[in-house]
T-cell receptor, first 112, second 114 residues
C-alpha cells in the first residue's frame, strides 16, 4: 500500500490567481496521476506524471492551465493556473500498482 | 476504449433494505475492478476490489463478483444502514504490468433513511 499526503486540503481562491497542490508519497513510485472531480461529477484524469519526463495530459487538459512538476519519485505538484469559478473542484493525487490504486484525501478548491 | 457504466442515482432505501448498484464495463484488456466510496465531505476510499474473473470482493458487508461473461461487477449489501449513505463509484484498471490510470463510472448516490 501507499500513504499519500496532499496539501492544502482545501482553499478558497480569487479568480485569476493560481494554486499549487502538493502530493507526497511515502514510497518511491514511477507514475503519479492527477484527477479532478467537479461538483456532483465523477473523477476525470487530468494527467499522468512520470519522474524525469513531461507529464502526459488527457484530452481537454493542457499544460498551460495545469502545469505539473515531478522532481523526484515521491513528490509531485499540480498548479491550477488563472483560475475561474469553473475550476472549483476536488483535485486528487493517486499512485498505483498493476491492480491497485491509492488516493490522497484530495484538495477541495473553491474559486470565487 | 475502456468505460464503466453505473446505474443512475440517487438510490433511496430504507434502513435494512437490500442494495444492488449495477456496474458494467467495457475494456480492451484484462481489467481489475473496484468499488470506491465517498462519504459526504470526505475523500475517496477503496471499498472492495476483484482482480480476476469469478473473484468476489467483500468489505463492510458489501460484496461484488467479477463476472467476465456479463462484463459486470454489481455491488450488493444485504441490509443497508444510514451510515452507508454515500456516493459509490465503480472503476477499472487495465493490468499492463505497471501502474495505470483508473477509469471511473459516473457514481451512484445512495441515501438510506430510517
Amino acid at each position: 500500500s501507499a500513504v499519500i499526503s496532499q496539501k492544502p486540503s482545501r482553499d478558497i481562491c480569487q479568480r485569476g490567481t493560481s494554486l499549487t497542490i502538493q502530493c507526497q508519497v511515502d514510497s518511491q513510485v514511477t507514475m503519479m496521476f492527477w484527477y479532478r472531480q467537479q461538483p456532483g461529477q465523477s473523477l476525470t484524469l487530468i494527467a499522468t506524471a512520470n519522474q524525469g519526463s513531461e507529464a502526459t495530459y488527457e484530452s481537454g487538459f493542457v499544460i498551460d492551465k495545469f502545469p505539473i512538476s515531478r522532481p523526484n519519485l515521491t513528490f509531485s505538484t499540480l498548479t491550477v493556473s488563472n483560475m475561474s469559478p469553473e475550476d472549483s473542484s476536488i483535485y486528487l493525487c493517486s499512485v498505483g500498482a498493476p491492480t491497485q490504486a491509492f488516493f490522497g484525501q484530495g484538495t477541495r478548491l473553491t474559486v470565487v | 476504449g475502456n468505460s464503466v457504466t453505473q446505474m443512475e442515482g440517487p438510490v433511496t432505501l430504507s434502513e435494512e433494505a437490500f442494495l444492488t448498484i449495477n456496474c458494467t464495463y467495457t475494456a480492451t484488456g484484462y481489467p481489475s475492478l473496484f468499488w470506491y466510496v465517498q462519504y459526504p465531505g470526505e475523500g475517496l476510499q477503496l471499498l472492495l476490489k476483484a482482480t480476476k474473473a469469478d473473484d468476489k470482493g467483500s468489505n463492510k458487508g458489501f460484496e461484488a463478483t467479477y463476472r467476465k461473461e456479463t462484463t459486470s461487477f454489481h455491488l450488493e449489501k444485504g441490509s443497508v444502514q444510514v451510515s452507508d449513505s454515500a456516493v459509490y463509484f465503480c472503476a477499472l484498471i487495465i493490468n499492463t504490468g505497471t501502474a495505470s490510470k483508473l477509469t471511473f463510472g459516473t457514481g451512484t448516490r445512495l441515501q438510506v433513511t430510517l
